[in-house]
């Protein structure tokens, strides 16, 4: 894969795997300008897998997908400032979203409170994601998450 500089940023051009999977990644020194520039990335390279690739990539999935590297990125921002790994696979009408960071914290989610001002991002991923896992790495964590390409969750029907 040929790695391409961006400001601060490298970014990995769109690939495809012999399996009919769709495979980008980018590498962010995490500031509050690169939230932008993650939703920037995640958006190209699901329009490149629709347009080059065939891949089915709703409206509704291309903002969910957007929302979630924004609340993703953001928490890097907060709590782990520094170097950030992005890594998108798509393919089967899944998204798969990895997010490395060099934060030792676990997210966990809090109880539901309307009035608490902000710190809402993982309850918003966890509403609108197929699956949530974070792991400790040597250095850091890894957080996925898969997001339906579909007009719907996969265990729904479209809405």
Known sequence: MELLMADRATEQ???ASGTGTVLGSAAYDMGSGEIARTRGFV???LTDARSLHGLPVSARAMDV???VVSELATNVCKYAPGPCLLDLEAGDSLLSITMWDTGS???TSRQA???RMGQHGLE???AVCESFEVR???VGKRVRVEISLLD???SEAAW
């Open 43 to 45: 958006r190209d390279f």
């Open 136 to 138: 400790r790495e040597p």
């Open 124 to 126: 918003i991923v966890l």
């Open 105 to 107: 914290v676990l997210p």
């Open 113 to 115: 409170d309307p009035t």
């Open 13 to 15: 051009d769109l690939q």
């Open 152 to 154: 719907g969750p996969q």
């Open 65 to 67: 997908a957007q929302l």
